[in-house]
């Protein structure tokens, strides 16, 4: 396991777990060792700061997109391209069925190893991948899927390819495909949600995020190169942003964080699949009896009051 770096501690701890575990009569040490190991985390993990529940929000082992979609989706389907430019690989999408209800599910996926990673160009989308974005909300529109994402991104593809194929507008034009589609939209942040690059994904009637997920209309690194040109002040920008799901839950800028196991999502899929799932399940509930009127009011209404609450 990848460990971080206010997680030295227990390194040491976990490698004496990993030797006694070979050894029959070591059971009591391991269990001790075990509670040292979860009293630590326990204890760290509830005072993380700003800029250390950014690096939780990108370890390299957190449930990605594609776990969430193969756990939660019954007989997905990919749905791909934007009848325009090509498949962007950035997004993952399809439609299948999630507690017992045809569904529309859009993601954005990281990949796990270098091959992967490169494939998915890191979860940053070009302009084809929101285009495809906005093509499959105005399908599940058309067929009245709800709409489920994922959002999982640094922010959206910053070459000079995707500048010159339209970033911006597609960016934009996604954005207003999600306030006028007329069918229950619920996203997830289950890691980084860097830039436009993830608000074109969560202009959703309910915004769902993991407790050690960050979310910003900047990364920390790019607001310190842009106030101080320097990316060694990171940390006071992540500190400064306000990222963090409980202060974006406080400021109504989210409806709900989702608590994840001791010591982050990454030491335990499947319970923090199990958590989203059940998320997922009673946000859907509530905005089921919407009528669209409601549904589109209710999604435009919220974003239009964010200036207002944060000043």
């Not at 994904?201 to 310190?224: D, T």
Request: proline residues 3%; aromatic residues 8%.
């Amino acid at each position: 396991m990848h460990f971080l770096d206010f997680e030295q501690p227990i390194i040491e701890l976990e490698a004496k777990i990993r030797d006694l575990s070979l050894l029959d009569t070591a059971s009591k040490e391991i269990f001790s060792l075990k509670r040292d190991v979860n009293s630590f985390l326990e204890k760290t993990y509830s005072k993380l700061s700003p800029w250390q529940i950014a690096q939780v929000a990108r370890h390299p082992d957190r449930p990605h997109a594609s776990n969430y979609i193969n756990a939660l989706i019954k007989d997905f389907q990919t749905l791909s391209g934007d009848r325009s430019f090509a498949d962007d690989n950035a997004i993952i999408s399809g439609i299948g069925s999630f507690n017992s209800q045809s569904i529309m599910v859009i993601g954005q996926e990281k990949g796990f190893d270098t091959d992967s990673r490169v494939k998915h160009n890191f979860g940053m989308a070009k302009p084809e991948g929101y285009r495809k974005v906005s093509r499959l909300m105005k399908l599940a529109d058309k067929f009245n899927m709800p709409l489920i994402t994922f959002v999982d991104t640094a922010g959206a593809y910053p070459g000079v390819g995707a500048e010159e194929r339209g970033q911006a507008e597609a960016i934009a034009s996604c954005i207003q495909d999600s306030l006028e589609i007329k069918v229950p939209f619920i996203s997830v942040i289950i890691g980084e949600g860097g830039s436009g690059g993830a608000i074109a994904l969560a202009s959703a009637n309910k915004v769902l995020m993991l407790q050690n997920a960050i979310y910003s209309v900047i990364s920390p690194e790019g607001c310190a190169s842009i106030l101080w040109r320097d990316n060694n002040k990171a940390e006071l920008a992540a500190d400064s942003l306000g990222i963090t799901a409980n202060f974006l839950k406080e400021k109504s800028i989210i409806e709900e964080v989702i608590s994840e196991p001791i010591g982050g999502a990454h030491r335990d899929h499947i319970l923090s699949i199990k958590n989203v799932e059940e998320a997922l399940k009673n946000a859907l509930n509530e905005i089921k009896g919407y009528t669209e009127e409601q549904l589109i009011k209710d999604r435009q209404e919220k974003f239009l009051k964010y200036g207002r609450l944060l000043k």
